[in-house]
């Protein structure tokens, strides 16, 4: 695992990968890599970047459980999920089908079901979350066709019950999965999932540019190519007329091409993890993050998330519920203070409604928790003199 670590390196008190996480040493070499043979051959080039982009897709394949057929990559999460929520328009037969999602998932989960909804796609019945198999069974009828779900939610760390979710809608219904901040930090069960977007520029620290779109052969003949652009169809180059027949598998669904070093770096990204073992990231993350919390709590902040769970206001307590994400706040500190203190010590996080989002990564030093703990206790003596 060390040796991966290696591989990883950031910035120390870089606490931020639910926001974006600095790539990898692999994915630097490779970007400069595709950068210089893009300049030095041109056209010659995208024979390497094609073959690339058939090693990357047989990658992912091995970490989320499908055919390589099964994978596409577009430009980001969104991307994939507005190929995803147009999937299910008027082209796919079913005008009258609703799609279950929660009003708190971070907006980009959001908004390719209600744009799809305004196109007419499936109605969109916004729920409050997290979305449990509680909430979404007192909501499940006849209607509803899919439900949405962020894998682990960015504010809260809230990590969903994939696998629960998809016993309870069975296999005539779609499970849609936002696995931006799960895919190269948690233990993924993706299996569970239907159609799965997760783009590169966070735990697997591959990027921006280029997203796995996985779309299961399961549901294939359920979802209609409503985004699916000249890279999705067959021939489309010497064809008398259009449109063509889409291509079989999850291509069908993108727009263009992709961005070629993109995905090449984003291929690297995805060997890494599986390399390293997503179980043995996971763990690390945890311990890491368990620590910071624990440092954190000693400084007189309260803490939720880490490797125990979630607990209070969010309940699926236990370590079903844990994720790499957590939060911290200061009794009687300003948040905004708190936040700029911890910069001030060289602490990268992220302030959101009132708490101080933690978010580190395998490789991140755990001796980050005495500055931590260093700065709250700054705040908290001065909170307290006044």
Known sequence: MRDYLAQFAEPFGYLDFARF???????????????????RRGWAALDRLDAEAV???????????????????VSSTSHGLFAAAHAFGRGSGDPDGAVLVARTDFPGALYPWLRAAENGGLAVRQLDGPLTVDTVRAHLDDRVRAVAVCAVDA????RAPLAGLKELIGPDRVLVVDAVQALGAVDLAADAADVLAAGGQKWLRAGWGAAVLMV????????????????????????PAHPCPPRPGAVAHTLTNPDGPAVAALGAALA??????ADRIEARIGEVLGGLLAAARAAGAETVGGPDGLRGPFGSDGPAAA????????PGADPAAVHAALTAAGLATTLRGGWIRLSPHAST??????????????????????
């Open 21 to 39: 996480g600095p790539v990898s040493e692999v994915v630097r070499r490779v970007l400069v890599r595709e950068a210089d043979r893009l300049h």
């Open 55 to 73: 090693t990357a897709a047989a990658t992912a394949g091995e970490l989320l459980g499908c055919a390589p057929r099964e994978v596409a990559f």
């Open 155 to 158: 504010a809260t760390g809230f």
């Open 216 to 239: 299961r052969d399961r549901v294939a003949e359920r979802l209609a190519p409503g985004l699916g652009g000249w890279s999705g169809v067959l021939d489309p180059i010497e064809a």
């Open 272 to 277: 890494l993890v599986r390399d390293a073992g």
């Open 323 to 330: 994720s790499g994400i957590g939060r911290l706040r200061l």
């Open 365 to 386: 030093d755990p001796e980050t928790a005495e500055p931590l703990a260093e700065a709250l206790g700054r705040v908290r003596r001065g909170v307290r003199a006044a």
